[in-house]
Nanobody
Framework: QVQLVESGGGLVQPGGSLRLSCAAS????????MAWYRQTPGKTRDLVAR????????IYADSVKGRFTISRDDARNTVYLQMNSLRSEDTAVYYC?????????WGKGTLVTVSS
């Protein structure tokens, strides 16, 4: 079964950094745009960053521009999200999926908590 597994979350202080990873179980995802999304309790799951096939085009939510970087390594079937200068408002469960997202590919996500 093709699936996506997120990892790398944790507790970090404001101003700190984390790198999230999204491992795909199959190579099919290299043919898709990939994205990171995040969700906090009671709110919608929102797009954080998106990367094109091949990685030559990226877009970011305004709230993370200049702080987050999305990248992909198709040889490793992995998508990354480098998060710098983290803020308390970045606290959320982070998910990866194709773009636009498909229901069958939502994983469990990885929790990022930014707190002192």
């Amino acid at each position: 079964q093709v699936q996506l597994v997120e990892s790398g979350g944790g507790l970090v202080q404001p101003g700190g950094s984390l790198r999230l990873s999204c491992a795909a179980s199959g190579s099919i995802f290299r043919y898709y745009y990939m994205a990171w999304y995040r969700q906090t309790p009671g709110k919608t799951r929102d797009l954080v960053a998106r990367i094109s096939t091949g990685g030559d085009s990226t877009i970011y939510a305004d709230s993370v521009k200049g702080r987050f970087t999305i990248s992909r390594d198709d040889a490793r079937n992995t998508v990354y999200l480098q998060m710098n200068s983290l803020r308390s408002e970045d606290t959320a469960v982070y998910y990866c999926n194709i773009y636009p997202p498909a229901m069958e590919y939502w994983g469990k996500g990885t929790l990022v908590t930014v707190s002192s």
